[in-house]
């Protein structure tokens, strides 16, 4: 069923204080929550519930943990517990009061990322995108490499030393100098050698046993 809407006034409790007045208006994340459009969401994804039936948690609360697990890097059980430990969190996904409980299901962030498909997941991403204005269009992007596979031949390997030496061969050739050795023959002992080590090896590592 369709998600509650929250009233467009809000109503002041007897017993709580609104929670908004006792956090930091200045928080960064707060600040954040003002400039997201809620309302857009709402308006976007409401036609993906049904009419009947149980009524659905929030769409506010749905995207505002989607965010929060992208900007604190979190997995969906982790921003489920850091929800309720964390004032900030709950007022950035709408909250007027502290809760105690569970917003919902680590389970249904994945229901909802179901529900609202590429599309809306991408419409959420944008959004977060927008908020930045001009620091997500940075000409420079700085990539970290440092994990990456490399395709660097190592110094003492036996193919780079092949191809120094062939190098040299032909550069000797082209300015017409001669060499009292080319060397070929121990180029083509050095490429055995190196097939015989590369062959014996994988010969040994399929007679390990499959724990070792």
């Not at 308006?43 to 506010?60: M, N, W």
């Not at 190196?194 to 590592?205: A, I, P």
Request: charged share 35%; hydrophobic share 35%.
């Amino acid at each position: 069923m369709k998600p509650k809407t929250a009233p467009r006034e809000k109503q002041g409790h007897l017993l709580y204080q609104d929670l908004l007045e006792q956090l930091n208006p200045k928080d960064p994340l707060l600040l954040l929550g003002k400039k997201i459009d809620w309302k857009s969401f709402e308006r976007d994804f409401a036609h993906l519930y049904s009419s009947v039936g149980r009524p659905a948690k929030p769409i506010r609360l749905m995207v505002g943990l989607l965010l929060l697990k992208q900007i604190e890097n979190l997995s969906d059980e982790r921003v489920v517990a850091a929800w309720m430990r964390n004032p900030y969190y709950q007022s950035f996904c709408g909250m007027e009061y502290f809760q105690w409980n569970a917003p919902c299901d680590a389970s249904d962030l994945v229901h909802f990322r179901k529900r609202i498909g590429e599309a809306g997941t991408e419409k959420i991403f944008k959004a977060s995108v927008a908020l930045h204005e001009k620091a997500s269009t940075e000409r420079d992007v700085v990539i970290d490499t440092t994990v990456q596979e490399k395709n660097i031949t190592f110094p003492t390997d036996t193919k780079l030393q092949v191809k120094a030496i062939s190098r040299c061969l032909k550069l000797a050739k082209e300015e017409g100098i001669k060499l009292r050795r080319s060397y070929r023959q121990e180029l083509k002992k050095l490429l055995r050698i190196k097939r015989f080590s590369k062959n014996k090896q994988e010969k040994r590592r399929c007679r390990l046993p499959s724990g070792e």
